[in-house]
């Protein structure tokens, strides 16, 4: 089974930082691409940003946001500087995973907590 574990979230000011971290466990053949996505209340996930073959960011976030990995500890961080109240949301890492068995899958962490408010 892979596990994806996520941290880092909290309450910060408006134009403050975060970084989050999601680091995934178990029998992994190849990581394929990791990411990060959000969910505000009352809104649909979305995806904030995705590293993979390239890196790919939401407008909203571009230049404040930086993902990036570290593939020997299997691990995505998702950099937040410059943050508003609009980043409010649950923050999900996701991961295209292909396990030791040759199955190619997506999963989710259980999401982590980013508030931002004065």
């Known amino acids: 089974q892979v596990q994806l574990v996520e941290s880092g979230g909290g309450l910060v000011q408006p134009g403050g930082s975060l970084r989050l971290s999601c680091a995934a466990s178990?029998?992994?053949?190849?990581?394929?691409?990791m990411g990060w996505y959000r969910q505000a209340p009352g809104k649909q996930r979305e995806l904030v940003a995705t590293s993979g073959g390239s890196t790919n960011y939401a407008d909203s976030v571009k230049g404040r946001f930086t993902i990036s990995r570290d593939n020997a500890k299997n691990t995505v961080y998702l950099q937040m500087n410059s943050l508003k109240p609009e980043d409010t949301a649950v923050y999900y890492c996701?991961?295209?995973?292909?396990?030791?068995?040759?199955?190619?899958?997506?999963?989710w962490g259980q999401g982590t907590q980013v508030t931002v408010s004065s």
């Open positions: 996701n991961a295209d995973i292909t396990n030791a068995f040759f199955k190619r899958q997506d999963y």
């Open positions: 178990g029998v992994i053949f190849r990581i394929n691409a």
